[in-house]
């Protein structure tokens, strides 16, 4: 046990830690004990304060050091005592103490060894309570102490302070930032903005934070995060704290499209990183919308994936529309033997004339607006409308589908008995394929079903399920159904459907807005993002790169949303090159058309100076001597020649004029006639890009990863909010996320058969 005798000041742990120097604590210590006589009951901290030796975060990190001293100093007089009631020996009584000094270090500070004890069997409940019973004086003197009124009650002969109670930086920025929140969370109770109750919470959740190694985040972020106070309150305390630098630029701009039916963040680039998913929140509840607002969920992903433009709120009235339009499908009805609508069957009927009774936008308000996207079902690949407009027909014999995107395919059955490669050629577009050999890279694949015995290098676009009856290999598949197969190696797979493999998931990417449901397959250096959980047999290996296996998020529709805008980017860059490209032939047309007025200018300039010199020399001739009438003669024919030469100039840039004239008017008839083309494509990938939206906004996320054998150290699991990467190997559990108000959200490792275990 340690034998200090005395619990150190203020003054000298600020002089241990470097706070002030030796001749700076000589001159308080002086300066208290001058204090002292005139009896003004002293503190240390005030006079820091006044001195100016100390800030109120430096005071604040040295208190709770100091409080850690006086637990310490109460559990070496708990352990005299229970050592002299033969309770414990020296040795039970030094463990304890290790473990409080230990758990200092994970910032619970008022841990006791009392408890400590109990905890490890040493004593019991009724001997802990015994010694408290003889511990009351120094129990006051304690109280007097954290009361804030201690420095005149212990004496100060100048002890060192225990050795060996070094910081690392980490856990010196969580004391300093945790002595900072103390007067963010008196500020924060003085101006009503929370509970005390919930002010005790937000410092659980980040001691909690602490304890996991977790970034350590300030006070005023978990409050927000938990919705105790809002982004604003938050910044408001921290700039009166000096914490906070103010913006020019508001952090997030949220922006309204005139219809009243959609709204979109803006995140400004410089901060992105300081943007949470309570701030957006919190700027959607300030603007008072209230309908159509996308999940947590979807918003959480657009943060993850770092984007600076999204969607979060938006009224689709399909299904209004829908039911006005009296929508009739027949899509299942008169099929063949072989589950086909023949050509010029009927697929989808509506009636012309339809009402619609008024709906709400998303501030919650009637309006008769629509937006411009048309949420009805479209016609894809094999389908056309009826000529009244009333109606889809199928304009081939094939399998009719109806894709996310709300689009309608017929798809017309291809069966290839061969390898469909090279040799074999194109396949047709949007047809369900049976292949009775290998599909390889050799062409892009667009299709409905695709079944194969083998895919190898293939790059797929499928509407409905892809299967296989050995594995694919390096592939990338983008399906609307499901994936089956034995294995998938170097490959990257983005499906709305579930994922089927039976052996192993080697070197791939997989994100889905179904279930990855292989209880026998194993995953080796692969990233999985399933929708709708995870299972697995085995995740790692000793010699291989760590897996990453997130459960619940949408990165998968995410992602969808990002190749749909890349694909409008591209779209609009060739009418934004032709419009620059007429532009710069505006640009030349005046330019050339100014050295034209200039050129004028000079032309008109010579012409006046050659006819003042004729009328000098007419009328000078009998007076003017030889050699003079020669330099006018020749002055006359110099500005003859600069007219001639401006007239030819001036012809050269006439007829440049006209070209660069010309080719503009051909480039805004370019662009006249591109841009309805152009329109027309980007309403259909706006439509499209919705429509994956408001998929995802009804569909269940399940945040539940279940390993039936083993997952290897360094495996990182997650959820929507949260993720833990695991320290060691486990076998058959399962990680949940666990998401409340008065936590921060968690991974959980429930073993089989036992109770919850946080990772």
């Not at 607002?293 to 999204?310: A, I």
């Not at 529309?321 to 050509?343: C, N, V």
Request: charged share 35%; glycine share 6%; hydrophobic share 35%.
């Amino acid at each position: 046990m340690a034998k200090s005798e005395n619990i150190p000041t203020l003054a000298q742990l600020a002089r241990q830690y470097g706070t002030i120097t030796d001749a700076q604590y000589t001159h308080l210590t002086t300066l208290y004990e001058l204090k002292k006589k005139e009896k003004k009951q002293p503190d240390y901290g005030r006079l820091m304060l006044a001195q100016k030796l100390a800030t109120r975060y430096q005071l604040g990190l040295l208190q709770l050091i100091r409080e850690y001293h006086i637990i310490r100093r109460k559990g070496e007089e708990f352990g005299k005592i229970a050592v002299k009631k033969g309770f414990a020996n020296p040795e039970d009584i030094r463990k304890a103490l290790d473990i409080q000094k230990k758990e200092f270090r994970r910032s619970r500070l008022k841990k006791l060894i009392g408890d400590i004890l109990v905890e490890n069997q040493v004593i019991t409940a009724k001997q802990k309570e015994q010694i408290l019973k003889e511990q009351t004086i120094f129990d006051k003197k304690s109280r007097q102490i954290l009361s804030g009124s201690a420095d005149t009650d212990i004496p100060d002969h100048g002890e060192k302070t225990e050795p060996g109670l070094e910081l690392s930086a980490y856990e010196q920025e969580f004391l300093r930032i945790k002595a900072l929140d103390h007067e963010f969370s008196a500020s924060v109770l003085e101006k009503g903005l929370a509970s005390m109750q919930d002010v005790d919470t937000a410092r659980e959740v980040q001691e909690q934070a602490f304890d996991r190694k977790q970034p350590i985040k300030i006070l005023g972020d978990i409050m927000v995060s938990l919705e105790f106070i809002t982004p604003d309150q938050k910044d408001t305390i921290l700039l009166e704290q000096g914490r906070l630098e103010k913006r020019e630029e508001p952090l997030i701009t949220l922006n309204v499209s005139n219809d009243r039916m959609t709204a979109w963040i803006e995140i400004n680039p410089t901060h992105r990183s300081e943007v949470c998913l309570p701030d957006i929140k919190s700027e959607i509840k300030a603007k008072g919308i209230t309908h159509g607002v996308y999940p947590d969920t979807l918003l959480q992903g657009y943060l993850d994936l770092k984007f600076s433009r999204f969607a979060v709120a938006r009224n689709d009235h399909s299904q209004e529309l829908r039911t006005a339009r009296q929508l009739d499908s027949m899509i299942d009805e008169d099929l063949t033997d072989r589950g086909e609508k023949r050509k010029g069957d009927l697929l989808i009927r509506q009636e012309s004339h339809w009402d619609i009774p008024p709906q709400r936008d998303i501030f919650g308000k009637e309006t008769q607006e629509f937006s411009e996207h048309d949420f009805t079902l479209r016609c894809g690949t094999g389908t056309r409308q009826t000529k009244d407009k009333t109606g889809i027909v199928a304009a081939k014999t094939g399998v009719p589908a109806l894709s996310v995107e709300r689009l309608l395919y017929i798809h017309p059955v291809i069966n290839v008995l061969e390898d469909a490669d090279q040799r074999y050629g194109r396949l047709e577009a949007y047809a369900n394929l049976n292949v009775s050999g290998t599909i390889t890279g050799a062409y892009p694949v667009t299709a409905g079903h695709v079944r194969a015995r083998e895919i190898r290098g293939g790059n797929i676009e499928a509407i409905g399920d892809v299967r296989t009856d050995v594995g694919i290999t390096d592939a990338v598949i983008r399906s609307q159904g499901d994936i089956h197969a034995r294995y998938l190696h170097n490959c990257r797979i983005e499906t709305f459907g579930n994922i089927y493999v039976k052996n192993e998931i080697f070197d791939s990417d997989i994100r889905c807005s179904g279930k990855v449901d292989s209880p026998t397959c194993r995953i080796i250096s692969s990233r999985i993002h399933a929708k709708k959980g995870v299972l697995l047999a085995g995740a790692g290996s000793a010699k291989t790169l760590p897996c990453t296996i997130f459960a619940g998020t949408d990165h998968h529709v995410i992602a969808l949303e990002e190749q749909v805008r890349e694909k409008i980017e591209e779209i609009t860059k060739t009418l934004r090159e032709l419009k620059e490209q007429r532009q710069e032939q505006k640009d030349l047309s005046k330019k050339t058309f100014q050295e034209m007025v200039e050129l004028k200018i000079f032309h008109d300039r010579a012409k006046q100076k050659k006819e003042k010199l004729g009328r000098e020399f007419n009328r000078k001739k009998q007076d003017y001597g030889k050699d003079r009438l020669k330099n006018i003669l020749k002055l006359i024919t110099d500005f003859e020649k600069r007219m001639e030469d401006s007239v030819a100039s001036l012809k050269g840039l006439n007829k440049a004029k006209k070209k660069y004239d010309r080719e503009n008017t051909r480039l805004g008839k370019k662009i006249d006639a591109l841009s309805p083309k152009i329109a027309r494509k980007i309403r259909s990938l706006e439509q499209t890009l919705f429509a994956y939206l408001e998929w995802a906004r009804y569909q269940e996320n399940t945040p539940t990863i279940d390993i039936r054998i083993k997952a290897f150290q360094g495996t990182r699991l997650g959820g929507v909010y949260s993720e833990v990467q695991l320290d060691a190997d486990l076998e058959n559990f399962s990680a949940v996320e666990i998401v409340s108000r008065e936590t921060n959200p968690k991974i959980e490792i429930l073993h089989s058969g036992q109770e919850e275990k946080p990772a």
